[in-house]
């Protein structure tokens, strides 16, 4: 009775506590840190600036980067990402809100599931914990790109599902079956036809095992019409707008980018296993004990449903041959519930050792944090004498990650939650405890926004990469940006007729420049990193002022006098 006592006094603090104590996290790990450092090329640059383009314009159909067409991904992502400009201006804070807004709810809804699968407030909480916490989750909260928005919509899409499968009544069930209409609509419309796929994908090998494929075929039709009706205005005004989006949507985005020998960011099948392991951090020692306990316990539908959806994306994301580590986010919150299933069970039944081994290996990497970087700064320094801030932030991120673990390594029953504690700091500190080197040619938005008067006085703007280019054009505000001997994935909209005006390559940038400074004062951003990129910079007139720093160089040309 004492044991039983214990328990629910336990459950009932957990009750009271674990929602606050995860708000509380949210806000200093999640929300604070996103103010503290600049945009990382080339996601953040382009997402802030398509999005405030959109906002400037005043067109909510057709993404345009830079002014020039964009079709790689439909409109709800710049959408949020608008908002989050709107709401709270054009900053850091403003881009990268959506991201950690998202990220949140969808930690939230693995609260919501492992209390409908479990009724148990320690699994709900372990599950939601180590969601939040897990290196790959965390880190895209504080990035301004699509993919957590996405893992969102798919994740309430798969939540309702299971709560469709699950409804006690009629309402409820098709309450359930409208909210995974909506998802899939949504999840569309930041990123195409695998938001509808996914739930077929699981949805129907489960009905079947379960002998429930007469209720999916039932009330599918429902959340069919309520995705069509949630993307199909938007489809029509874009077709209307844009007759060439839905091509180049379909073929390059979807079947080149699966397919295609050719297809962007290839990669081998294997790619996503060790990957799984790398984005569970701080938490990857006990993934395969609790994979293992997972398969053990298939035949119960609860843990059937999270492997099926655990494993059968991973499998088609593994197929594809294009493939990015974000693209696996769908995958971490079965995985966290499977892992905060497990975790709780073998506290119960006091199991220390893989909880212990867990804290242990994670402390030896802190261990061999600390050498190698006090090593490379004695020997070859990362930081310069006028950065001893950011190397000590730095040093914090790894002595809080050292002593978080330690803690679990040595009580790891009553102690096993804290290395979330060091995965927050990690999150919160290190982009902030950055190397100038790495700042410099990761964040060029940083050196840009301390020229900005300057710049904005300018009429003409050019530059040669298109990362820098995006961050130029976002601190100032203008879309107008000239690209000088570089297309990348501007490539498509720079092919249009009316787009011709907005690149210069080496041969015509002498006599290009001549007429940009006869209308006016010239501002521009170049990279300087490579040997071409370096003639690039020669093949610009003498004169003007010039500030450089690391490899990026920032040119005012003022307005040349009439002859």
Known sequence: MTAVASQHTLSNRLERWAIPGLVVAFVLFYLVPLMTHGLWIPDETRYAQISQSMLQSGNWVTPHFMGLRYFEKPIAGYWLIAIGQAVFGDNLFGVRIASALTTGLSVWL?????????????????????????????????????????????????????????????????????????????????????????????????????????????????????AIAVCLPWALMIHHQEPDFWQFFFWNEHIRRFSASDAQHIQPWWFYLPLLLAASLPWATLLPAALLDAWKQKRQPGIAFLLLWLLLPLAMFSLSKGKLPTYILPCLLPLALLMGHALMSWIDQGRSTVIRLNGLLNALLAVAGLTGLIYLQVTRPVYANTEMYSLSLGLIVLMGWLLANALQAMRPLQLWAAPALGMGLLVALLPAAMPASVVNNKMPDQFIAEHVQELSQTRTLLSNELGSAAALSWRLKRPDVTLYDTEGELKYGLDYADSATRKVDMANIGEWMKEAQARGPVGVVMRARSAHEVQEVDMLPLGGKRYERGDLAIFIFPQANPE
């Open 110 to 226: 693995a609260w919501l599931l492992a209390s409908r699968l479990w009724h148990d407030p320690r699994k709900s909480f372990a599950s939601a914990l180590l969601l939040m916490s897990f290196g790959l989750v965390a880190g895209e909260a504080g990035y301004a790109n699509l993919d957590p928005q996405f893992a969102f919509w798919g994740n309430l899409s798969l939540v309702a599902l299971w709560f469709a499968f699950t409804a006690q009544s009629q309402r409820a069930r098709l309450w359930a079956w409208s909210v995974l209409g909506v998802a899939c609509g949504m999840g569309f419309m930041t990123k195409g036809f695998l938001a509808w796929l996914l739930p077929v994908l699981i949805g129907v090998p489960f009905a079947l095992w379960q002998r429930r494929i007469k209720e999916m075929l039932c009330y599918g039709p429902l959340a069919v019409v309520l």
